[in-house]
Nanobody, 124 residues
């Protein structure tokens, strides 16, 4: 059974940092891309970052230079290091997997599995 479990969200002040983790079970990371999406209140879900099986990496323009995605295959875990956080980064962050042959950047419509999300709130 495939599961994606996010953790690491919380309340942080503007300019602060958080590291999100996504533990994957049911398949190995070596063969499939994993993405991070986010959904702010009243807005559509959007792609933030993605890491492919070949270590190709994608970042949405607004997070370039501030967020870093990485993968630990031994732990079957994907991380999203978020620095210099801004109030507009406030959202529920979801980990997502495409096991059907997709590649980065992942389309929301091609996602096969979603985590339940972790809330990130950036506020003073």
């Amino acid at each position: 059974q495939v599961q994606l479990v996010e953790s690491g969200g919380g309340l942080v002040q503007p300019g602060g940092s958080l590291r999100l983790s996504c533990v994957v079970s049911g398949f190995t990371l070596d063969y499939h891309p994993i993405g991070w999406f986010r959904q702010a209140p009243g807005k559509e879900r959007e792609g933030v970052s993605c890491i492919s099986s070949g270590d190709g990496i994608y970042y949405e323009d607004s997070v370039k230079g501030r967020f870093t995605i990485s993968r630990d295959n031994a732990r079957n875990t994907v991380y999203l290091q978020m620095n210099s956080l801004k109030p507009e980064d406030t959202a529920v962050y979801y980990c997502a997997a495409d096991v059907s042959g997709g590649s980065c950047p992942l389309s929301i419509y091609g996602i096969d599995y979603w985590g339940k999300g972790t809330l990130v709130t950036v506020s003073s």
